[in-house]
């Protein structure tokens, strides 16, 4: 396997990773699937509906905090915590793990 601080590939990977880098790829996609897949891109990440929640007011600020750090308006990080978690991509970190 492949190590760096980044990416782990393994063989397949790297030499896959490897063509791909010296051109000897190209792509299939057509212009017409190309526009499918840019809309129901759109469609997956268009925020049309809106939401009420109440919570604490020490949370709120725990979470406009991040948010500033982060440089990202406090409702778009509650949306990506919520869209994390829900695709099961929001991993709970422990203190000391």
Same mark, same amino acid.
């Given at each position: 396997?492949?190590? %760096?601080?980044?990416?782990?590939? %393994?063989?397949? $990977? @790297?030499?896959?990773?490897?063509?791909?880098e010296a051109? %000897?790829?190209?792509?299939?996609?057509?212009? $017409?699937?190309?526009?499918?897949?840019? +809309?129901?891109?759109? !469609?997956?990440?268009?925020? %049309?509906?809106? *939401?009420? &929640?109440? *919570?604490?007011?020490?949370?709120?600020?725990?979470? @406009?905090? =991040?948010?500033?750090?982060? !440089?990202?308006?406090? @409702?778009?990080? /509650?949306?990506? *915590? &919520?869209?994390?978690?829900?695709? !099961? +991509?929001?991993?709970? /970190? =422990?203190? !000391?793990?």
């Amino acid at each position: 396997m492949i190590h %760096d601080k980044k990416n782990t590939l %393994d063989r397949e $990977e @790297q030499s896959l990773l490897d063509a791909l880098e010296a051109g %000897d790829y190209q792509s299939t996609l057509t212009p $017409e699937r190309k526009a499918e897949l840019e +809309s129901v891109a759109a !469609g997956t990440f268009k925020k %049309d509906k809106r *939401i009420n &929640i109440r *919570i604490s007011h020490r949370d709120l600020l725990a979470i @406009q905090s =991040r948010a500033l750090r982060e !440089g990202i308006p406090y @409702q778009t990080l /509650v949306s990506s *915590i &919520i869209h994390k978690y829900l695709s !099961g +991509s929001l991993v709970e /970190v =422990r203190p !000391g793990s």
